[in-house]
T-cell receptor
Framework: DAKTTQPNSMESNEEEPVHLPCNHS???????IHWYRQLPSQGPEYVIH???SNVNNRMASLAIAEDRKSSTLILHRATLRDAAVYYCIPYTTSGTYKYIFGTGTRLKVLA | NAGVTQTPKFQVLKTGQSMTLQCAQDMNHNSMYWYRQDPGMGLRLIYYSASEGTTDKGEVPNGYNVSRLNKREFSLRLESAAPSQTSVYFC????????????FGNGTRLTVT
């Protein structure tokens, strides 16, 4: 299984962009990169995923390095509601379909 | 649409007692998962079921058993609860395709005294 490295915590001011990095240097060529977030006292929720190209949706953007060894989740304008733990997860597709969560990055948004 | 439903929401057990955590999904997903989350920690995979009729161990399976009762339901059993199993348990499901995303329940908070 591919391993990930994320900062334990980050801070951002409200309405400013946030770049959350993830290192996944052992990812295989066919693994998608998924991002989830967990708001306080809730189960994780899906944010975005991608394979090679940069991806955008209504919640965030995902920038994937050309060598796929790292990626960055971008929140364009952080709000107080974005305060959560963000998990970067290589989605293993080699024979089985399972997610392995790491410890994630705790994002604090300052008003 | 209910999504993933977990019961109970809260449970207190004494050491050595047994119990089953229930999980059901109404999205016709093939794969289901059980995770545990200890305070201040990330989620750790206990067991998963890639499809109906199959189950496999995850990162921390010791002390647990699972049953994939049918496509909708995936239960987690603690045969003899220990204080180390105090945690929040999350059930999740996915389509089991290469682009599948996980859908989580709201969790069961279990305390073993």
């Amino acid at each position: 299984d591919a391993k990930t490295t994320q900062p334990n915590s980050m801070e951002s001011n409200e309405e400013e962009p946030v770049h959350l990095p993830c290192n996944h240097s052992t990812i295989s060529g066919t693994d998608y990169i998924h991002w989830y977030r967990q708001l306080p006292s809730q189960g994780p929720e899906y944010v975005i995923h991608g394979l090679t190209s940069n991806v955008n949706n209504r919640m965030a953007s995902l920038a994937i390095a050309e060598d796929r060894k790292s990626s960055t989740l971008i929140l364009h304008r952080a709000t107080l509601r974005d305060a959560a733990v963000y998990y970067c997860i290589p989605y293993t597709t080699s024979g089985t379909y399972k997610y392995i969560f790491g410890t994630g990055t705790r994002l604090k948004v300052l008003a | 649409n209910a999504g993933v439903t977990q019961t109970p929401k809260f449970q207190v057990l004494k050491t050595g007692q047994s119990m089953t955590l229930q999980c059901a999904q109404d999205m016709n997903h093939n794969s289901m998962y059980w995770y545990r989350q200890d305070p201040g920690m990330g989620l750790r995979l206990i067991y998963y079921s890639a499809s109906e009729g199959t189950t496999d161990k995850g990162e921390v399976p010791n002390g647990y058993n699972v049953s994939r009762l049918n496509k909708r339901e995936f239960s987690l059993r603690l045969e003899s609860a220990a204080p180390s199993q105090t945690s929040v348990y999350f059930c999740a499901s996915s389509e089991a395709l290469r682009r599948a995303t996980l859908h989580f329940g709201n969790g069961t908070r279990l305390t073993v005294t």
